[in-house]
């Protein structure tokens, strides 16, 4: 890696350990049933969140399992979950439950962990995002240690399926894949609509894992790195939308050129709006070009980067960001 990789290597991964961000102010919630976006803290930057009532609205606005095109509640109820599975299982599984998802399964190995929550009709695959993202009682350094080796192992590698992907994503996922392959193959038979999700790291590993099963109703990430390259996003067979909050740094590696993005993208302006492009000054599109991350609002980000200690640029990878303002964006257009 060159020194410029490594600097923002371990500028994400200061983040990710829990290094307080760019203060912000609260923004109160304008209109009955938004929610308060918090200002984030070192107190808060750091699943699990413990506090935060998981799928609350989930009775009035269900899940649209057979849908495929965009969907704000898909969405937000995929936002919900890979927020969720940063908790423990004793957390996890009655949050899934309060939502209508009264089976659980957790898939964990060294590198990998999911959730696979269903009911009969649809099954929602959530891969949790990296290790050091965890706030935890007691530090596990071996399993950060483990995360680092993943998501610093960006040598691209042959993907089955075609083209190439990142090597420490993969690796990842074959740790996992012998046990959750049979399980979502069963759910499958049953008719249940595959559904996969992740955050950060978690949504590179949902890609990879839709892309290998194939048989999936839609794959929505959040803050995702790219994961391929562009013979991997030309044979991708699967609707993938890929929502990027802001200044979020971390669909910003690894670097572009050799690496793409693939799926439609969904970009939530600085106002928390969703956009189809994250370039406000030009007509919203429907398929975006894999662009550099930041480059449309490089004036914008420098002004306030170090605007306290850690760039808003990290702030806004926070995974509970994500699931309000998709919620809000949900009452704002009352989506049915």
Known sequence: ??????????????????????????????????????????????????????????????????????????????????????????????????????????????????????????????????????????????????????????????????????????????????????????????????????HSLGAALATLAASRFGNVQGVYTFGSPRVGDGLFRELLKISIYRIVNNDDIVPHIPPSGAYVHVGKMKFIDSNGIIRNSMNENKPLVNEPRDETYGQVNSGRLKKKSFNGFVPAAFRDHVPLLYALHLWNNIIESRQY
């Not at 240690?145 to 990842?172: P, S």
């Open 1 to 198: 890696m060159t020194n410029k990789k490594i600097i923002l290597f371990a500028l994400i991964m200061m983040s990710c350990s829990g290094a307080p961000l760019s203060p912000s102010q609260p923004q109160p919630a304008s209109q009955p049933g938004k929610k308060e976006i918090p200002e984030i803290t070192f107190k808060n930057l750091s699943p699990p969140y413990e506090d935060y009532v998981y799928f609350q609205g989930s009775e009035e606005y269900a899940f649209r399992f057979n849908s495929t095109a965009f969907s704000l509640i898909n969405a937000w109820w995929l936002a919900e979950s890979s927020t969720l599975v940063y908790a423990d299982e004793d957390f996890v599984k009655p949050r899934f439950s309060q939502a209508n998802l009264r089976e659980v399964h957790f898939f964990d190995s060294q590198n990998t962990e999911c959730y696979v929550a269903n009911n009969d009709h649809f099954a929602i695959v959530a891969f949790r995002g990296s290790e050091i993202w965890k706030k935890r009682e007691k530090t596990d350094l071996n399993a950060m240690v483990a995360d680092l080796k993943t998501n610093i192992d960006i040598r691209l590698t042959d993907w089955e399926q075609g083209g190439k992907v990142h090597r420490g994503f993969k690796e990842a996922l074959d740790e996992v894949w012998p046990d959750l392959l049979p399980h979502i193959k069963n759910l499958h038979r049953k008719g249940c609509k595959i559904w996969m999700t992740g």
